[in-house]
């Protein structure tokens, strides 16, 4: 059996920094080169790592996983071409990045929800959320707006109709608690709850924070209808890639399926 390979960014930078000074080996066809796929930690690195292990040796896959911790890395990568693939955002993330960056990327099928939550250190009960408390988003527009929604979806505030648009923190039209609204990166969200009575955190972090989504969130996305599913971006063009498609096979097969519901038990959602 084949090694196993996961390297965080850092090391992956060192590895491409010695390959460029001619520390690799010869230069192989991409067909013969291991499929270099950058992820979160949380769940992401974790389904590849039970395919890297469970099943692309029969699928013929060679398979390497470089960990973000972060949501801007992991584009920067693929558009450079550091990596082949990402797995770590939703289509209307993409969208965002794509307007603001100008990436050429292509996403593939959804692979999995994983809904926002409210959480609080030190209240359990949403109706507690006292009068000008402070709640912390993500800072990035996307996951600021489906932030914004989950409070207005709890009656915490009122949003302008900002049609197809996220809404931002200008459309609050209605805020009858006065909540101050603080955004932060998504990233720093699980340690800020020291310092806000509340933030509303991404589920990845939330898990990697030994937060239990459906049992600890005061609050949480809805799943069904939600269109912030997870999948596969790769280049635009590479998309026929071999390896690209075995990948993409695998992440929607049975097995990973029921990876996914043993493993998160609701926290995240098969979304195939």
Do not use: W
Not at 50 to 63: F, M, P, Q, T, V
Request: overall charge negative.
């Amino acid at each position: 059996m084949r090694s196993k390979l996961t390297l965080t960014a850092a090391a992956f930078t060192t590895a491409l920094t010695l390959s460029a000074c001619g520390g690799g080996d010869a230069e192989l066809s991409a067909a013969d080169e291991p499929l270099q796929v950058g992820a979160s930690p949380v769940p992401h690195a974790e389904i590849l790592r039970y395919i890297d292990e469970e099943l692309a040796d029969d699928a013929g896959l060679d398979l390497e996983i470089v960990e973000f911790t972060d949501y801007v890395q992991p584009n920067t990568a693929l558009d450079d071409g550091s990596i082949d693939a990402n797995y770590f955002q939703t289509v209307p993330y993409l969208e965002e990045q794509e307007a603001s960056a100008g990436y050429d990327f292509t996403a593939l099928e959804p692979v999995h929800i994983e809904p926002l939550g409210l959480y609080s250190d030190t209240l359990t009960d949403l109706a507690d959320l006292p009068d000008g408390a402070t709640v912390a988003i993500p800072n990035d527009p996307t996951n600021a707006g489906r932030a914004l929604e989950l409070l207005a979806a709890n009656d915490l505030i009122t949003l302008a109709d900002t049609g197809d648009s996220a809404p931002t923190a200008l459309d609050v039209e209605g805020n009858p608690k006065n909540l101050q609204i603080t955004e932060i990166e998504a990233a720093q969200l699980p340690r800020s709850l020291a310092d806000v009575d509340a933030a509303v955190i991404n589920g990845n972090y939330a898990i990697d924070a030994d937060l239990v989504p459906a049992e600890d969130a005061l609050a949480l996305e809805e799943a069904e209808g939600n269109p912030n599913a997870n999948l596969l971006v790769v280049r635009a063009g590479t998309e026929d890639d071999e390896r690209i498609q075995q990948l993409e096979e695998l992440l929607h097969s049975d097995e990973v399926r029921t990876f996914i519901e043993d493993t998160y038990e609701g926290a995240v959602i098969p979304a195939f």
